[in-house]
């Protein structure tokens, strides 16, 4: 399974959250997808699994583009 079809299986846009480097997607066997900021790890000031979309982030750093 690609990014972009996980991306795609989300049931809202999410944002900002498609430009970060912190999203962790994952799809259930039960063929939901959920994403996760991995960022909130470690800074208590973000949600672990942020309402989407997600439209402002203290946290945002835009991943690098290949």
Same mark, same amino acid.
């Given at each position: 399974?690609?990014?972009?079809? !996980?991306?795609? *299986?989300?049931?809202?846009?999410?944002? !900002?959250? %498609?430009?970060?480097? =912190?999203?962790? !997607?994952?799809?259930?066997? =039960?063929?939901?997808?959920?994403?996760?900021?991995? %960022?909130?790890?470690?800074?208590?000031?973000?949600?672990?699994?942020?309402? !989407?979309?997600?439209?402002?982030?203290? *946290?945002?750093?835009?991943?690098?583009?290949?």
């Amino acid at each position: 399974m690609t990014d972009v079809d !996980l991306w795609d *299986g989300l049931a809202v846009r999410p944002g !900002l959250c %498609r430009e970060c480097r =912190h999203p962790s !997607l994952n799809r259930t066997r =039960h063929g939901v997808t959920y994403m996760r900021c991995t %960022r909130a790890g470690w800074d208590e000031r973000i949600p672990r699994y942020p309402g !989407l979309p997600v439209a402002e982030c203290v *946290g945002f750093e835009r991943r690098a583009r290949p």
